[in-house]
């Protein structure tokens, strides 16, 4: 079975699970990057990222290969960004038209998830949803969570 991580992760916490959950299944990922610089330090960044992801910005992001034809199975990846997924993950959703494709996602959060699990529930109508996962950073020790998240993946079924 050929799977993809897509995924977009600003400071890396997603990131870190991402890699070791693609190891560990022997995914391919893709990382989605924004043309646009990020904001990353001080606290401007939650006020310019909260604002995108309220917006529901879509962001230009730099080229990428991506057919999903070429794969059986699709994982998504985010952090959360006031209470939604990243807005580089909206862009995505409306440039691939994804149909019945098997797919599931996860994402990470500092305890205020929002509704991020039934915005992706709702882009992802059309597919045939696996599995949902959401991870909390910061107070969680990672290797924990990468437990977590390798645990998950084991039980999807598809
Ligand atoms: C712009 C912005 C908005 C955020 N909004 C939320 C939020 O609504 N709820 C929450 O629990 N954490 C929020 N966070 C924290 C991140 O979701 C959390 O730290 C996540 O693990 C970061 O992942 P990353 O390191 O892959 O970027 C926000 C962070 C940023 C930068």
Redesign the pocket.
């Known amino acids: 079975m050929k799977t993809i991580i897509v995924y ?9 699970l991402v890699k070791a959950l693609a190891e560990n299944i022997g995914a391919e990922t893709l990382m989605l990057e924004p043309i646009k610089a990020q904001k990353t330090k001080g606290f401007s ?2 006020v ?3 604002y ?2 309220v917006m529901k910005k879509k962001p230009d992001l730099k080229p990428y290969d991506f057919k999903a034809s070429d794969y059986d199975r699709i994982i998504f990846a ?7 997924f ?1 807005p580089p993950l909206r862009t995505f959703f409306e440039r691939e038209d994804l149909i019945a494709k098997k797919v599931a996602f996860f ?8 509704k991020t699990k039934e915005h992706f529930e709702e882009i992802l109508a059309d597919n045939h949803i696996l599995g949902a996962l959401d991870l ?3 107070k969680t020790d990672k290797e924990e969570n990468m437990k977590k998240l390798l645990h998950w993946a084991s039980q999807l079924k598809g």
């Open positions: 977009y992760s600003l400071e890396g916490n997603t990131e870190f960044k939650f310019w990222g909260g995108q992801a985010s952090p959360v960004w006031a209470g939604t990243a994402f990470t959060h500092e305890g205020g998830k929002g909390i950073t910061g």
